[in-house]
């Protein structure tokens, strides 16, 4: 296949859903939008995932020293998340190498460096590998080109992801850098034509921020007609938001975030051991109302999983509810 069939396959395919259900736009980065994306393969018609591209740590953070590219660590995430069936390509993009010069890189990001390469293109290149691994979704990213992430805290601008998100304080401002960065026109298209908008849990502000202030972003959520639904984080997270509340965690969306629309909080109310390094996330639902936001709640944690996280048949079946009201 030539690279300019490919946009006419991925359009037919679908990539593998029947399209009976409704259409979904994911946003986030990082583990929790791969959480989330797991759930949400089980009632989809039509699946989009959106991923932040201001991620400087790890694998993805040397790539992007020596490479005039987004990020591929978290989208790499969102693809393996779609990919249904075990394969040996996905194992390839899975792999991490252990020894040598590459340690610590895996080889999924490597991959998605010489497509972009390649394409020149990176939502181009991002289709490529969701082709190879039959994902049953696409992956976009928020921008077509590295963001760098900065923030003020508590009155002190803070450079880089990474730093941003281990900086004690609170966080005032998030800024993505450069301010003329290219949004990618299909981002926008796909959350204004969608049946629902989902925001990730996740990092609050270094993966969720991060991608609704990438351009287009905010804009397109404020005029979709699309239900709008945010899965709460199970825990706080240290340092980035240590010590906030439920309501604070909705005050920065609008805020800090940029999203004016309001929707639906999508809440757990199971039980589950909390670690003592966070605290649980609640909200009370007349202060939800306050912000202009309803709230829905069920039993939505994985209790076999080392650390707190959203359980993907629960969160999926929780989803679906919400699509079908």
Known sequence: MTLPDLEAQVEQQLLGLDGSGPSVVAIGGGHGLAQLLHAVRDYAGRITAIVNVADDGGSSGRLIQDLPMPPPGDVRRALLALTPEPSVVAELFAYRFDE???????LGNLLLAALA???????RALDVAGDLLRCVGRVLPASSQRLRLEAIVDGERVRGQVAVATAPG?????DLLPTDAPGVPAAAAAIRAADQVLLAPGSLYTSLIAALRAPG???AIDTTTAD?????????QEHETAGMSGLDHVGALSQVGGVRRTGTILLNDGPFEVPEVVDPITIDVIEAMEW??????ADLVDREASW???HPIRLGRALSDLAED
Do not use: K, R, Y
């Not at 202009?292 to 709640?297: H, T, V, Y």
């Open 292 to 297: 202009g936001w309803s709230l829905c709640s």
């Open 228 to 236: 709008l639904v945010w899965v709460m984080n199970l825990v706080t």
């Open 170 to 174: 609170t966080i005032e401002q998030i």
């Open 308 to 310: 707190p996280q959203h």
């Open 100 to 106: 040598s010069d590459v340690a610590g890189h895996s």
């Open 117 to 123: 390469d390649i394409t020149d293109d990176f939502p």
């Open 217 to 219: 972003i905010a804009e």
